[in-house]
T-cell receptor, first 111, second 111 residues
């Protein structure tokens, strides 16, 4: 059962543009929503995370938007750069329960 | 600070052979996970552990066994390798409701 659905599977954005990746979840008990970034040949690493008591969190060029009623959250990358080219995973978890990951989005930022 | 260390990094097995992948973490995390990553499939959870001496099945447990005899170590075993187990394996650790830290991955090829 896929509890976190991620889209799109791949994304091509021009340098300077905005990259948007969306995730939807089913379990309303989830209370932690991280995004991970993975470069080729490396393990995923935490990029930014949000808890459901806020609707938005921003760290530099990266923003998470969270819509609790729609059970959706998204990652926005402003002023996308070629160095942002990577695979991005959304995830969700609740307290003592295991982390559930989305299927990933391969982002390519072209000059 | 080593974080999460996986050994080996690469391995080639013949069908039917067995092997053990070792994961070690030095962050005193309670939770440890084994994932496999295949193209277009994202991260799929094989087995996980919520504490020393405990293990539980994830999404794709068949053909794998695990053990967590010590809190810092999580072993993944393949008793009789099959070509379908060719993949990149990632170990991760976390505390409940916190970010997961990943190892660098083990690239396994079964011929």
């Amino acid at each position: 059962q896929q509890q976190v659905k991620q889209s799109p599977q791949s994304l091509i954005v021009q340098k300077g543009g905005i990259s948007i990746i969306n995730c939807a979840y089913e379990n309303t008990a989830f209370d932690y929503f991280p995004w991970y970034q993975q470069f080729p040949g490396k393990g995923p690493a935490l990029l930014i995370a949000i808890r459901p008591d806020v609707s938005e969190k921003k760290e530099g060029r990266f923003t998470i938007s969270f819509n609790k009623s729609a059970k959706q959250f998204s990652l926005h990358i402003m002023d996308s750069q070629p160095g942002d080219s990577a695979t991005y995973f959304c995830a969700a978890s609740r307290g003592y329960q295991k982390v559930t990951f989305g299927t990933g989005t391969k982002l390519q930022v072209i000059p | 600070n080593a974080g999460v260390t996986q050994t080996p990094k690469f391995r080639v097995l013949k069908t039917g052979q067995s092997m053990t992948l070792l994961c070690a973490q030095d962050m005193n995390h309670e939770y440890m996970y084994w994932y496999r990553q295949d193209p277009g499939m994202g991260l799929r959870l094989i087995h996980y552990s919520v504490g020393e001496g405990t293990t539980a099945k994830g999404e794709v447990p068949d053909g794998y066994n695990v053990s967590r005899l010590k809190k810092q170590n999580f072993l993944l075993g393949l008793e009789s390798a099959a070509p379908s187990q060719t993949s990149v394996y990632f170990c991760a650790s976390s505390n409940a409701g916190q970010q997961a830290f990943f190892g660098q991955g083990t690239r396994l090829t079964v011929v």
